[in-house]
């Protein structure tokens, strides 16, 4: 079984370059199936979450092409035949279902399984499945699988499959802003999503789309609005750079930095997580061209109160990343979870390392810590993961962190990258 294995102690030092965004990357490629002819996507991260999208595309009949030492991705969706994302690789990345959006655009029907629970929470698409019904489609859900047919879109074999409409999203909900956005791109009319998600990937997805040919408004704002066109075409573009990661990297290196610079680390994106890292004391510093720099602190880091909430608000991906900071922080610190409502699966590892935290609901209490202490600990899903990483980096003595394929889904190079700031951690098969 795969596992890291990190021996605490060592600083971390130098400079790491932050790589493109999974959480872009994988909605581009999506989209890319409503564009004609060829799409290159640049920048697009090594990770295992890409290998199984490029994998869902290539079974519906894309050509798909990724040159992983360049981080260069090609796709031709022209030969794609079916609109079926089979439950193999749903179940493998849930993802998966953000292929729904673009091929109901562009065949007026798709079948894909339901994307099952995960570590962090249920997970459900009801909010998805709405913004398609409000746009003329009909989804029955058996066997496992969502099937969703454009019925009352536009007119009789007309080009376009669905119609415009005004949509109030519940929840600003990543994944329903994106595939609604998708679905509207080739409907007919204009489509209006309100209390949309204003994660900065969604801008990425929404300028990609607008290259391609889209007329895509209010991008960066809750209310998104997206006139159907005819057709889009395949266009170049570059993937932006990965927020979580690079949060990831500040707090490896409040950990346990003495000079760290982290490039594409892209301040605005991330403003509230920045924000607090400064309250707590982390010497944190915003450079020029996207580099953040965070050098050891000079005082006691304090106590803190974070709770997770949408774009803007602090990032519920760096809940258990900022948790491994605030474990040995002197004093009480409370993390509440408000996106997810499982999302402290990774706090009894971290407890075994010797940790002082208790859940309360939706409510982590952290008892800071002298030391934590190397133990062997596993992922539980890609953010805790990475966590547990971390926590080896100051723990005393020996970390194994198992169930790593939890890790590798998500993060490119991620030991190497450690490695070469100066951790001692290595991937052991
Ligand atoms: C995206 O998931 C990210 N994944 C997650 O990152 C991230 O944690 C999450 O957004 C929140 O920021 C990808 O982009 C691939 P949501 P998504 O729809 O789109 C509920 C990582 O570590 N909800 O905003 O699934 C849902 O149950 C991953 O990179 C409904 O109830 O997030 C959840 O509680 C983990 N009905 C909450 O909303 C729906 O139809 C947030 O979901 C949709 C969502």
């Not at 089979?86 to 849930?94: A, D, G, I, S």
């Not at 209310?223 to 690079?246: F, N, T």
């Not at 190397?374 to 980096?393: E, F, M, Q, Y």
Request: charged letters at 20%; a neutral charge.
């Amino acid at each position: 079984m795969t596992k890291f294995i990190i021996k605490g102690g060592n600083k971390l030092n130098g400079k790491v370059k932050i790589s493109g965004a999974k959480n872009s990357a994988l909605k581009i490629m999506a989209a890319a199936i409503m564009a004609g002819g060829r799409t290159i996507l640049k920048n697009v991260p090594v990770i295992d979450d890409v290998l199984t999208m490029a994998e869902v595309l290539n079974q519906l009949g894309a050509e798909v092409d990724f040159d992983t030492s360049h981080n260069i991705l090609e796709i031709n969706p022209d030969n794609i035949k079916s609109f079926e994302a089979p439950y193999e690789l749903v179940r493998k990345m849930r993802a998966s279902i953000l292929v729904a959006g673009p091929l109901l655009s562009r065949f007026g029907e798709v079948k894909v399984a339901i994307p099952g629970g995960c570590n962090i929470g249920s997970r459900q698409i009801d909010l998805h499945l709405k913004g398609f019904e409000l746009m003329g489609a009909e989804n029955v859900i058996e066997h496992g699988y969502v099937y969703s047919k454009a019925v009352s879109g536009a007119a009789k074999g007309a080009k376009r499959k669905l119609k415009g409409a005004e949509i109030n999203l519940e929840f600003p909900s990543r994944g329903a802003t994106e595939n609604i956005m998708m679905a509207a791109c080739l409907s007919s009319g204009k489509t209006i999503i309100n209390n949309a998600a204003k994660e900065p990937e969604i801008n990425d997805l929404a300028n990609f789309l607008n290259k391609c040919g889209a007329k895509i408004s209010g991008i960066g704002t809750d209310s998104i609005v997206i006139e159907g066109v005819d057709e889009l075409a395949g266009c170049q573009y570059e993937i932006m750079s990965d927020s979580i990661e690079a949060g990831t990297f500040i707090i490896a290196s409040a950990l346990c930095g003495k000079k760290v610079e982290i490039a594409g680390a892209v301040w605005e994106n991330m403003g509230i997580f920045c924000q607090k890292l400064k309250d707590i004391g982390v010497n944190i510093e915003n450079k020029e061209n996207s580099t953040i720099i965070i050098k050891k602190s000079k005082g006691i880091l304090k106590p803190a109160y974070i709770s997770t909430l949408p774009y803007p608000g602090f990032p519920t991906d760096l809940q258990p990343i900022a948790t491994v900071l605030l474990c040995t922080i002197p004093g009480i610190s409370i993390v509440t979870e408000n996106v997810f409502e499982n999302r402290f699966m990774y706090v009894d590892e971290l407890n075994r390392m010797g940790a002082n935290i208790k859940i309360d609901g939706h409510h982590a209490v952290i008892t800071g810590v002298n030391k934590l202490s190397g133990a062997p600990v596993s992922a539980t899903d890609l953010r805790a993961g990475a966590a547990l990483i971390l926590a080896g980096l100051i723990a005393d003595g020996t970390t194994e962190v198992y169930e790593i394929n939890h890790v590798l889904r998500g993060y490119e190079n991620f030991d190497k990258k450690l490695r070469n700031l100066g951790a001692d951690i290595i991937k052991v098969s």
